[in-house]
Every structure is written in C-alpha cells, then in structure tokens.
C-alpha cells in the first residue's frame, strides 16, 4: 500500500468516525425526548431541548481544538463511558422531578449525561471530519465554515431518520423502547470509539441498569417502587403517542390508563355490593358530559331511537363514552391512533366489543368517509386531548367542516377541549368550532365557584347543532338506567371567548397550525401541575 492510499484511507476512517458520531448525537435527541416526557409531558419536555442541543453542540464545535489539546485522546475514550453513565444519572434526578419543577426540570436532568454528552461529541466528531478534508490550503474561512456546514447537514439529517425510524419502531421489543435504546446508543458508541481500559469505569452504570432500573426491567421492579403509594402496574408498552400503562389504586379502588404524563382516563373497580351498573363508573365526570350528546333535542321535536342512531366517537380513551352509547344500543363507530389504547380499553376497561373500529389517523377516516353515503352519523364525539396540549389540525376549520359534513341533518357533536380558559388558544378553538357550527352550548366540568384554587384549566364540551333551526336544548333521560347521563350543568357564556388579540386569529385554519404550538406551553406546564396532585409523584418518576 502506497503512501497516498494509506492517508486516504485514514482520512475515510475518520470522516466515517465522525459520520457515525454525529449519527448517534443526533439518534439520542428524539430518544431523550422520550425518556423525558413520562416525568415532564412531551410538550414541556420540548420547551429548552433545541435550544440545549443548539448550544452545547455549537459549544462542542468551537472548542474542539482546546479539548484536544487538553484531553488527547482520551476525549474520544471517554464517549462510551458517558453514554453509559447518561440514563444513569438521569434516573437519580428524575426522582427529584417534583422539587426541580417544570419547565426547569427536564433542562436540569438534560445536564447530567446529554448535553455534555452533545459536547463532547460534536467536538471529536467536527475534529475529525475537519482534519479528513484537508481544507488548510482553500483558505481559513473555508477549512472552519465547510466541515462545520457539513456537519450540521449530517446532524439534522440524522435526526430526521431517527425519528422515522423510531415512529416505526418503538414499541416492537425492549431494545426499542425508551429505556432500551439510551443502553443501546451507549453500546454503539463503545463500538465506534476502540475500547480501552476507561471502559471499564461504565461497569457500575451498567450493572445498576441491569439490577435495578425499573424502566428496563420487568413490570414487578415498578411496583415495588410505587406499592407504598398503594399503586400497581398492570401492563405497560411503548407506542406512536407515547409511553402508555395502566395503573391500579387499590387503596381508593380506581384503575387508569396513562399516556407519558397524562391519564387518558378512569374507572371506578370498587363497588357497592349489589351494584351492577350497565356501564363502568368514570373517575372524571366529563365523560358522563359527552354521553349528555344523546339528550340533545332534535330541530324536528322527534326523538329520536337509539336502535336506528348511529355514533362517531373521536378518540377512544379508556372507552366510557363509546361503551355508554353501546349500551344504549346505538351503533357505534370508533376512531383511535394508537392500537395500544385500543388494545388496553378492551383488555383493562371492558370495552364492548359490539363496535366498529378504525385504527387510524382521524383526518384520514375523515376524508375516506366523506366518500362514502353511508357514513352519516346522528351524534358525533370528538375526544382527542393528550397531556396538556391538544393535537391542533383537529380543530383547524377544515377538519370541523369535514365532520359536519358527516352529520345527519338533525345529528349533534360534542367537542371536549381541555384548556386554560384565560390563554388564546382556548378563545381561538371556541371561536373555530363556533364558525363551522351555528348552534352551541358550552360546559365545563368544574364550576368556577368560590373556591380559588381551582385552576383555570379545566375541561370544556361544547354541544352543537348541524343546524341552527332551534335553540340548543337537552330534554331528561328518559331510560332508568345505574348510571343516568343527566343534561349538563356549569354552562359557560361563549361571549368571554370573543376577544381577539392583537396580531390573533378568528379562526384556526389548518395552514397556520404551528402559530399554535408556541402558546400550549403554558398549558401543558399547567396540566402537569393538575397530574402530580392527582398521582403521586413517585408514580410519574417510576413509570
């Protein structure tokens, strides 16, 4: 082998080092956002982590020099041995999520292990891209500004395919689970970078990872952690929307389901002796609201028969509205994301299974269904809350017409929307499912009483008419049932949601969707409070 194509190919090493480096920096990005999120929410968990990644990765470029300089080699050594130490420390301070608080603790818990991770790897990685090039004699501004283009390039590239790949992925074995993968990019790591004595400090890490961290192991290591909190963990499993369980009180005799750190729901499981009710009891009383859709008096006077109703519902949940309108003999139509959810209500909720099911993205069961006469539906329920921020093209104006147009002449929707009452994303969506329906009614499930902690956010339903023909009027059950669904109460004035301010919106169109994202922080910080008074927190820290 010549000199020449010796150096070329030290030079391709180190290029396809620094490649596979940066591969795994930008891998472990959508990962820690998803360790983060089953403590701090999703939404929370975003807030400061591009900004993080930006700053310590721009960090890691312009000191590359100086490292290397200073550590030699043994910066490169020490990559595996932090990966291996990153989920570590991170379950340490996660335990400590309630007194660091939102949104300051996911940037806290981001500081031992990832960012500096991020640092160091971006600087091994721009140094060897830089020294492959041999860009010395284009000039300065060229052999600094092109690797560094460069690189940037391979970084957002890569995250993009990470995310692909993890969107199909998660979920399928506990490699490819939020825990499993942190192990995994700290292995890969120890294969990009030649392994040395060094490594051997990643033992303890390791061996505490095996032993005793409960988000790899079996499902008894969680309960131990949460049975003094009198809770256990029925069954957990990654999924599209996020880490998803189902958790057992058995001191108050409750189970729910959990989305990250959000509860899509609840049912009560201690009963009364003698009390056989046709439909499980629901924790939240806004699910008993939604059922209120079938009490909404038709324009015609004529009431109309369960046995000839049909029923949309959006958004499954654990499946007490679904299964409430089921048993009153309507059939009914459900449409869920995730299988996981579905799989849960039916195993753990006592889902029904008299039902039809459509597993997948609502805007596509939309649009399919619009070409089909068939599809018209008497009531339609829209359901789709998660974790403190609502998934916006679900209540653009288009997707609100497309169901409309899947009403019945005479047919009713309710919409629930949980949200501050004082922010305007709130006002915003008001103001849009008001313009596509003429005719609406408007509760909360709390009433604002005198009782000043009672927080802003709270649920809404909004009851609506296809037609705006006559007022918006329930009549009562007419069916003794164990659990009545009773026309709301707490009705809210749609006028406090009239003011638009400046530089706002009358209307959320699909197109201006992501105007939206930056104001659901807020509320989803709020939501996370809501949740930690409702579970204990070492609950949310144990998954």
């Known amino acids: 082998m010549s000199i020449t194509q010796f150096i070329r190919q030290a030079d391709g090493y180190r290029f396809g080092t620094g490649v596979a480096l940066l591969f795994l920096a930008a891998f472990y990005s959508p990962v820690m956002l998803m360790v983060l999120s089953p403590v701090y929410g999703s939404v929370p968990s975003h807030i400061f982590h591009g900004y993080g990644v930006a700053i310590f990765a721009a960090a890691g470029w312009f000191l590359k020099d100086q490292i290397q300089r200073r550590l030699g080699r043994l910066a490169a050594y020490m990559l595996p041995v932090l990966a291996f130490w990153t989920p570590t420390l991170q379950y340490f301070v996660m335990q400590q999520s309630s007194k660091l608080g939102n949104p300051a603790g996911p940037v806290i818990t981001e500081l031992f292990g990832y960012y500096p991770l991020i640092t160091l790897t971006v600087a091994i990685a721009g140094k060897q891209i830089q020294s492959s090039l041999h860009l010395e004699s284009s000039g300065e501004v060229a052999a600094e500004h092109v690797p560094l283009l460069g690189c940037y390039v391979i970084y957002t590239t ?69 049975s003094a909190e009198g809770f256990s963990l029925l069954a957990r499993k990654e999924s599209t929307t996020g880490y998803l369980s189902v958790l057992e009180n058995q001191n108050d005799g409750y189970r729910v389901m959990r989305c990250d750190h959000s509860l899509l729901g609840g049912q009560w499981i201690k009963k009364t002796p ?63 994301i995730d299988p996981v959810v579905y799989k849960f209500a039916t195993e753990y909720f006592n889902l029904p299974s008299n039902h039809i099911s459509a597993i997948e993205d609502a805007t596509k069961f939309v649009k399919k269904a619009q070409k089909n006469p068939s599809s018209q539906y008497d009531y339609i329920v829209h359901d789709v809350f998660t974790g403190g921020a609502e998934p916006a093209e679900l209540f653009t104006w288009e997707f609100l017409t497309d169901l409309r147009d899947l009403l019945k002449d005479d ?70 049932r164990k659990l009545p669904a009773s026309p709301p109460s707490h009705e809210i004035d749609a006028s406090i949601f009239e003011h638009i301010p400046r530089n706002g919106r009358q209307v959320l169109v699909q197109k201006q969707v992501g105007r939206l994202h930056k104001f659901q922080d807020r509320g989803a910080i709020e939501h996370w409070e809501i949740m930690r008074n409702v579970i204990p927190d070492a609950v949310w820290e144990n998954w």
């Open 158 to 226: 890569s995250e993009h395919i990470a995310r692909y790949i993890l969107a199909r992925a998660i979920g399928v074995t506990i490699v490819f689970s939020r825990a499993g993968m942190q192990f995994i990019i700290a292995v890969l790591y120890s294969f990009i970078v030649p392994p040395t004595k060094l490594l051997l400090l990643a033992i303890p890490s390791l061996l505490f990872s095996i032993t005793s961290d409960v988000h790899l192991g079996g499902i008894g290591g969680v309960n131990s952690a949460i």
């Open 411 to 480: 047919g009713v929707i309710a919409i629930n929307y949980a949200g501050d009452l004082t922010l305007y994303p709130t006002a915003l969506i008001v103001r849009t499912i008001k313009a596509v329906f003429s005719s609406c009614r408007i509760f909360r499930e709390h009433t604002d009483g005198q009782n000043e902690e009672t927080p802003n956010f709270t649920n809404l339903v909004l009851f609506c008419k296809k037609t705006a023909g006559t007022p918006l009027k329930f009549r009562n059950p007419q069916v003794s």
């Open 274 to 336: 003698g009390y056989f009710p046709q439909v499980e009891d629901p924790i939240y009383s806004v699910f008993v609201m939604l059922e209120a859709v079938r009490l909404v008096e038709p324009d015609h006077g004529v009431h109309r028969e369960d046995a000839s109703s049909k029923a949309l519902v959006i958004g499954l949940g654990i499946g007490t509205t679904p299964a409430a309108l089921m048993a009153h003999g309507i059939e009914t139509t459900i449409v869920e």
